[in-house]
């Protein structure tokens, strides 16, 4: 008896152990690289060749040149102007649609990617969600079209500066010279005035404890700040059209994609 369960044990031994897999496991390494996508640049990864569209956002708070605290919900501009770079050399890549929703930033990196998106060659669409303030105002008119959605508002007010600040005529002088780069730029790429924007940028008793305007929907879009009230279903329409018509004018002129 005993050498029959001897003999048992010993077949058992000999018999090659099977690894059960692990769960979820080709599911964690799949998720890997959208999950990061999410922490780093707040957008997924979309698969390549699925869509002919390039979406980017832009939220919270431009962050330029300094390093914003932890809790501030920012947008580096150091990661989208890779991502505007790869868009525009991406041939599969037909249009760009912004997505924007922030309280404003960096003077200067605000206005960087208000260039960029103003030099693309592709079709971009810009819908306001939220709220587009401050240097996010360049940012919104900077594309082909630009959409606010009907609950979003545009703060529009003068360039202003924190921390130490030498009062000497010349930094008076580089702030006025800065905010003319931002008032020539958003009267260049949107129908608004320059009258009417400076109006709005240092008019009074608007804002609480601050010059300035908080422009809704409806007054953006008469202003001729924004071209028109929708959200995303218009946005991407719009852009489907402005890349078909582009599709048309290269085949008219012999050009082909």
């Known amino acids: 008896m005993n050498n029959e369960m001897n003999d048992r044990q010993m077949s058992k031994s000999n018999q090659p152990e099977t690894e059960l897999p692990e769960p979820h496991e080709k599911e964690d390494k799949g998720m890997a690289p959208v999950t990061e996508a999410i922490q780093q640049f707040g957008q997924t990864q979309s698969p390549a060749g699925e869509s002919n569209i390039f979406c980017m956002t832009i939220i919270g708070q431009v962050e330029g040149h300094l390093i914003l605290p932890p809790q501030n919900k920012t947008t580096k501009y150091e990661h989208l102007i890779p991502q505007l770079v790869a ?37 971009t669409v810009t819908v306001v969600i939220g709220g587009g303030h401050s240097i996010g105002v360049p940012i919104a008119v ?12 545009m703060t529009i007010h003068p360039i202003r500066m924190n921390g130490l600040v030498i009062g000497v005529p010349q930094t008076f002088e580089y702030m006025e010279k800065m905010q003319e780069r931002v008032v020539r730029f958003v009267t260049t790429h949107s129908n608004i005035s ?13 804002l609480n404890r601050d010059i300035g305007t908080a422009v809704g929907s409806a007054d953006a879009v008469k202003y001729g700040l924004m071209d028109a009230v929708g959200g995303i279903g218009q946005a991407i329409a719009q852009l489907n059209q402005l890349i078909g018509d582009k599709k048309q004018t290269m085949q008219v002129g012999g050009y082909t994609q």
Do not use: C, H, W
């Not at 050399?89 to 605000?110: F, H, K, M, S, Y």
């Not at 594309?143 to 979003?152: F, M, P």
């Open 142 to 153: 900077a594309s082909t079209y630009s959409l606010i959605a009907g609950s979003a508002t």
């Open 194 to 206: 320059e009258e009417i924007f400076r109006e709005l940028m240092f008019k009074t008793g608007e």
């Open 87 to 123: 868009a525009e050399q991406n041939p599969r890549i037909e249009g760009i649609l912004i997505i924007l929703n922030t309280v404003g930033g960096d003077v200067e990196a605000g206005l960087a990617i208000a260039e960029m998106i103003a030099s693309l060659s592709k079709p």
